[in-house]
């Protein structure tokens, strides 16, 4: 395999959906609270990491939180499905070319690096008809930190393609800072794209390997990820 492409989700490949409201109301059932959800930054985090920092704002004890997640996530994905029944994701502008265009290449491999949980990232995906094209993923219910993610990615990657990839062939693409972060921290290239709430000039401060505005030159971006 020459190359792992590993992908982040929101505002990378999709966008809108029900998901921030579905938890909310999760969060509201399980614990009796989402106060601050409003003010607390959901881009770049995982889903833990989201849930812990609005509760602890609202004055909820750790061992309380730990025991609550299982029942939250629960609530959240069944919101999230109906939810997305009527209110799909949005793919974002080229996303559906550049899948397309890289599945057409054998020695490519397609994977997740998000910090939504598993079961949530299957379901946004799905409802876009894209979930097909991810082999592999690494997700915010395996870790906490994103840094942690991209290294569980690619010893997936390596278990489901041989152990024949290293961290400096993989590109980590995603729309925040925080992306950019866990791809270095993962020894992996990084390929920013200004499609969720950070512009191409705040991304090129984070020292990203590339930044683009969005994926609409599709034979551009795929030459990029797969040089
Ligand atoms: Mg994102």
New binding site residues.
Partial sequence: MRRLILF?????LVRGGPAKDAFVQAMQETFGTARDADRVLF??KTDPQIAREILTGAGVDRATVDRGLPALWERYLDYLDAALEHHPMTVLPGVRALLDGLALLGDIGVGLV??NIAGGAKLKLDSAGLWDHFGVGSYGSDHEERDELPSIALRRARERWGHLIEADQAVIV???P??VACGRVGGMRTLAVAT?MFSTSQLEATGADHVLADFSATEQVVALLTA
Avoid: E, V
């Avoid at 982040?8 to 990378?12: N, V």
């Fill in positions: 982040d989700i929101d505002g990378t881009a770049g998000t910090g995603g729309d925040t925080r992306d969720g």
